[in-house]
C-alpha cells in the first residue's frame, strides 16, 4: 500500500458506510411512516372510541403526539402512504425482524388485516416482495410523498422506474411529473429510446441530498430543517444576500431562512423572510437558481397569500415579495404585491427596499465569485 492508496481506501470506506447509514435511517423512517397508516386505517376501522374523535382524529392525535413533524396533514400523508402502497405488508411480514412483526402486531390481527386488502403473505410472490424491498431501500420517503399523489398505478410504476434508474432530486422528479413525461413517452414512436433521451438529461442527486429532507432531519430529531433543497450555490448567494440586505439597515430585521409553510397538504419554504419596521410589513424573497419560470411567481404570490391570511397582524402592511432568478448568464429581479395598488407600491414601498439594478448587481456579482460552482 502507497500513500494515494491509503487515501483512496479511506474515502471509499466513508462513503460506502455514509451511504449505508444514510439508507438505513431512510428505510425506518419509511416504514415508521407506513406503519403510522396502518394504525391509523386500523383505528378508523375497528377503534372502540373512534365515533368520539369523529373527522377530528388527526388533529387530536397531532396534538397529543407532539411528535416532531407528524402534523394532521403529515398523519393524512402517512395513512395515504399506507393505501397506496399495502404490499408494504408482506415485507414487514416476511423479511423484516422481529421488531418490524412485533410493531404490526401491535393494533391488531394481522391475519384479518391481510384478509381486508386481499393480501395474504402466502399469496404474496417473490417478485411483489423484491420489487417492493427495491423500492424501500432506494427510494427515499420524501420521493414516494410525490408518488403516492399520482392515482394510476402503471403511471405510478413508471416514475418509480425513472427514480430508481436516474436518482433524480425530489425537484426534478415533480418537474417531471408536471412536464408530463409519462404521456409524451407514451405518444413516442420509440418508447425505449425516448426513455434512454430522459435518463441521460437527468442529473442524478447525491445520497446526501436526502439528509437535508426536513422528513429525515425531524426523524433524527434535528433542528434544522432550513437546509431543505438549498444548493452549494444557492447557501452562498443566501449567506451573502441575507448579509447585504441587513447592512442597507432602513427597517430591515432578519425573520426566518428557508421558513416552512403548510398551504394544504404541500410544504413550502421561502428562501428568506424580513419584517420592516418603517413599512410594517413581511418582505419574502424567493431566489431560483434557473430560468425565469412563471410558475415561480405564481409560488410567491401563493406564500404571499398565506402570510395575509396566516401571520399579518391587524396593524400590519401588505406583505411585498421579491424574486430573485439567476442561472450563468444573468439576473433577473421582479417585486410581487399581490393586490397591493401599484401607485402605492412604487411611492411609499419602493423608496424603502433594495432597487432592481441594486439586486441584480449583487446577483451577478455573485455568479462571478461563485463561478467554480457552476463550472
Known amino acids: 500500500m502507497n500513500f494515494n492508496i491509503l487515501v483512496s481506501t479511506i474515502q471509499l470506506t466513508h462513503s460506502a458506510l455514509q451511504n449505508s447509514a444514510i439508507k438505513s435511517v431512510n428505510r425506518y423512517l419509511t416504514i415508521r411512516n407506513w406503519l403510522i397508516g396502518f394504525y391509523i386505517v386500523e383505528y378508523e376501522q375497528k377503534g372502540e372510541d373512534r365515533a368520539t374523535y369523529g373527522k377530528k382524529i388527526l388533529d387530536n392525535l397531532a396534538g397529543i403526539l407532539s411528535i416532531k413533524g407528524l402534523t394532521a396533514p403529515e398523519l393524512s400523508r402517512c395513512r395515504q402512504f399506507y393505501q397506496t402502497y399495502p404490499e408494504i405488508l408482506g415485507l ?6 422481529d421488531m418490524h412483526k412485533e410493531l404490526l402486531f401491535i393494533s391488531s390481527n394481522i391475519y384479518a388485516q391481510n384478509q381486508i386488502l386481499g393480501l395474504t403473505t402466502q399469496e404474496l410472490e417473490d417478485k411483489d416482495l423484491k420489487h417492493i424491498s427495491t423500492i424501500i431501500n432506494n427510494i427515499s ?16 410504476k413508471f416514475y418509480e422506474l425513472l427514480i430508481l434508474k436516474t436518482q433524480p432530486s425530489v425537484k426534478e422528479l415533480k418537474r417531471q411529473i408536471n412536464t408530463l413525461t409519462y404521456e409524451r413517452l407514451g405518444l413516442s414512436g420509440n418508447t425505449e429510446h425516448a426513455f434512454e433521451q430522459i435518463q441521460n438529461k437527468i442529473i442524478p442527486a447525491s445520497q446526501t441530498d436526502i439528509v437535508k429532507s426536513h422528513y429525515f432531519l425531524e426523524f433524527l430529531n434535528f433542528n434544522k430543517p432550513g437546509l431543505v433543497e438549498e444548493s452549494e450555490l444557492e447557501q452562498e448567494i443566501l449567506n451573502h444576500l441575507q448579509e447585504f440586505i441587513l447592512e442597507m439597515g432602513n427597517g430591515f430585521c432578519f425573520e426566518a431562512r428557508q421558513k416552512r409553510i403548510l398551504i394544504g397538504d404541500e410544504y413550502g419554504f421561502i428562501d428568506l423572510v424580513f419584517y420592516h419596521r418603517i413599512l410594517k410589513c413581511h418582505i419574502l424573497i424567493d431566489l431560483k437558481i434557473d430560468e425565469f419560470n412563471h410558475v415561480d411567481a405564481g409560488q410567491l404570490n401563493t406564500y404571499l397569500n398565506y402570510y395575509k391570511a396566516k401571520v399579518m397582524q391587524p396593524d400590519d402592511n ?22 397591493l395598488d401599484n401607485k402605492l407600491f412604487v411611492s411609499k414601498y419602493l423608496i424603502k427596499l433594495p432597487s432592481k439594478k441594486q439586486l441584480e448587481d449583487f446577483i451577478k456579482n455573485e455568479i462571478k465569485n461563485n463561478s467554480s460552482i457552476l463550472s
Open 92 to 97: 414487514i411480514t416476511q423479511k423484516s425482524g
Open 141 to 156: 420517503y420524501t420521493h414516494l410523498t410525490e408518488l403516492i399523489k399520482i392515482d394510476e398505478p402503471l403511471k405510478r
Open 318 to 339: 401588505l406583505p411585498v415579495g421579491i424574486l430573485l432568478v439567476t442561472n450563468k448568464n444573468n439576473a433577473m429581479v421582479e417585486y410581487a404585491t399581490s393586490g
